[in-house]
Each structure stands twice: as C-alpha cells, then as structure tokens.
C-alpha cells in the first residue's frame, strides 16, 4: 500500500493512530496471525451481509452487476459491483449453487447499502428472487494451515486438494 493510499485513509497522517500501530494491541495481533499461518483460526462472520439470488434470468442478471465472469457451478468467486461512472460500488463473494441460484456474502456494514443497489437495478417482472438471508444463516471461517485437518473431522465430505479444491463450494 502506497504512501497515498496510507494519508487519504488517513492512516499515518499527524494525530492519527491506527490500532495496529498501538504498542499494546501489536503482540496479541502478531500471536493471531502466527497461529493462523501455523496453525489453525476460527472467525465468527455471521454479522456479514447474505444474500440469495435465484431463478429464471438470475445469471443474466448478475452478470450485468459484476465486473468479472461469474463462477462455474461449485464454484467461488471475488467480484466487484460498480457504479455506471466504472467506480468500485461494494464487493461480493459469489457462490454458485446451481445453474441460477448464487449465495452472496458482504461486508457487516455493507448488507443493506448492497442489498438495496441490487434490488434497485432488478428489472420488473424479474422471474428471479433476491432475498436477504443475514439473519438466517451464521457463519464460520475455519483458516489455517490445518484448517482442512480440523473439518475433516466435522464432516464425511471429502475435502482434500483433490477432492475440495480452493475456491470450491458444496451444499
């Protein structure tokens, strides 16, 4: 990250502290990435945004609201919404679920600001549904280098490289 990107976060300018920077928060958020990079780690993120898009005119529909291909069938993707002017308007992870069905995360803060900007471009008489399922659905990110080593024992699914690659979606 560039020193222009630091100062209009605001990051490193006079009077600002960022609580990375802050002596005391330092050795317990080095300790946490250690044990994840060697380890294993467990992050609640059931607060994200949850989305599901389905039916008829579904694919057609998110394809036109995304700056990248949308995932094969299993499959997971990063992609980006943006405004008409080409800007960055919120960031998706895309899951599909099958031919017309994807289940989208966003960011906590961003649930609502997203929900509605896809909803808003939905045209009339839409065969497909979009619903919000935030508060339906928790979720657990299992991360790590033993983190395939932890879920195998939580599941019969197969689930290595092989079998469960990265980027890789099951029901």
Known sequence: MGTTALL????GAQGYTSLLYQEHYHDAVGREVDLILNGVGVADLTPFGKFILEGPGATKFLSSMVANTLPKQNRVNISHMLTHNGKVYAELTISRLGKDRYYMVTGSGSELHDYRWL???IPEGAEFKLRNVTEEMGVLAVTGKYS???MTKLTDSALSHVEFPFWNVVK
């Open 8 to 11: 209009r976060n605001k990051w």
């Open 148 to 150: 395939r080593d932890v």
């Open 119 to 121: 909803k808003h471009h």
